[in-house]
């Protein structure tokens, strides 16, 4: 099983990036998908996730700037961000867990992505 993100880059701030991340190797039914970040010297951190059903849950720093979504045909989760910020700079990780959001967001997690780094400038 692997999962795959790309579309990771320099945006100055106020900018727009997407991230997509391919999930492949296993069908994701029943899956909840979703993203986290890690910066220098703090913690992974949980950004947004998606259920199978296409419910959506996200952290207060990102809600109503960053959008999660998937094609369940494809295996694919994406983050939309819109007005970034210096402190959104970070690497970005796909996650995938059996179940729901609930379970992604305790970082009860069963797959990993190898992150994509976002670097946003002031």
Known sequence: VQLVESGGGLVQAGGSLRLSCAAS???????????????????????AGINWGMMTYYADSVRGRLTVSRDNAKNTVYLQMNSLKPEDMAVYYCAATLGTIARLRSRLVDYWGQGTQVTVSS
Do not use: D, I, L, S
Request: net charge positive; proline share 4%; hydrophobic share 35%.
């Open 25 to 47: 190797g296993r069908t994701f039914n029943n899956y909840a998908m979703g993203w986290f970040r890690q910066a220098p010297g703090k913690e992974r951190e949980f950004v």
